[in-house]
């Protein structure tokens, strides 16, 4: 990988202006398209969101437990929003940060991607997390920066070899420590509840959400592997970029429609 930045073809960067053009429009009408049926279903589906605090009870003169109600997250919209998230990056690749991006690109980086998925990608883990049962407004807000940090460690992997021949993985390793811990709290979750006597079973889409996403996540980290590893046609960063792409759209679509399948369907 070379220190400066090697200049993008025509052709490709006219085939990277497709895909990004397509995908924008590909994410706009999955997006418009749950948000639609997501009001369209009555009453809307929505997950609890919990506080949990120590309150004293004066009748013990003892600290307690409580917890609080805080706010229905709505799923739809939230499955939404991940998506018009991506819209609106591939939309800004195709168009006002064309140069900028192929810019980058050139030297092995892709800032937009890295600071879309932290985002997108963190409201998706939020999301399983709350079909799968965690509703505790501090978990979530741990699991969605855990998420965050991942992906920003991935921006910092490229940041960190640009102009190396010998890749440095520590910001990779990092990157998997973190990205690790929302995926041990879901799995803990629906752990418990499914051996807590009485309890309700787990609905299955909700494990097949939690078994094809998991996968689909650790799809990104192979495909970074094999980037930096030049094995194969990963030799081209462009033709990791294009994985990226077509990852993302992937993971996003399964993720919505099978919790459209699950809980949005009328």
Not at 167 to 174: C, E, K, V
Not at 246 to 259: C, E, G, N, R
Request: proline fraction near 5%; hydrophobic fraction near 55%; aromatic fraction near 14%.
């Amino acid at each position: 990988m070379s220190a400066a930045a090697a200049a993008i073809p025509a052709d490709r960067s006219a085939s990277l202006f497709r895909w990004n053009a397509v995908l924008a429009g590909l994410h706009l009408v999955q997006g418009l398209a749950i948000l639609a049926i997501s009001f369209a279903k009555s009453p809307v589906v929505t997950s609890p969101i919990v506080s949990t605090y120590l309150r004293f009870d004066t009748a013990t003169s003892h600290l307690v437990t409580a917890q609080r109600s805080i706010w229905d997250l709505p799923i739809g919209p939230a499955v939404a929003l991940f998506f018009l998230m991506s819209a609106v990056a591939h939309f800004t690749m195709a168009f006002p940060a064309r140069r900028w991006y192929e810019a980058h690109l050139g030297r092995g980086q892709n800032p937009i991607r890295w600071i879309e998925y932290s985002f997108s990608s963190s409201v998706m883990i939020v999301v399983i997390a709350a079909l799968a049962g965690v509703q505790e407004i501090g978990t979530l807000i741990a699991i969605f920066g855990a998420n965050a940090a991942m992906i920003l460690f991935g921006w910092s992997m490229e940041i960190a070899n640009e102009g190396r021949d010998k890749p440095q993985w520590l910001h990779y390793i990092f990157g998997c420590i973190a990205g690790a811990v929302p995926w041990v709290v879901i799995f803990v979750t629906i752990l418990v509840s499914a051996t807590e006597p009485g309890s309700a079973p787990i609905p299955s889409f909700v494990i097949a959400i939690f078994v094809t996403l998991f996968v689909f996540f650790n799809v990104f980290a192979v495909n970074m592997v094999l980037q930096y590893r030049k094995i194969g046609s990963w030799r081209d960063y462009l033709y990791g970029e294009r994985a990226y792409m077509l990852f993302s759209l992937i993971a996003k679509s399964l993720l919505a429609w099978q919790v459209f399948f699950g809980t949005l369907r009328p």
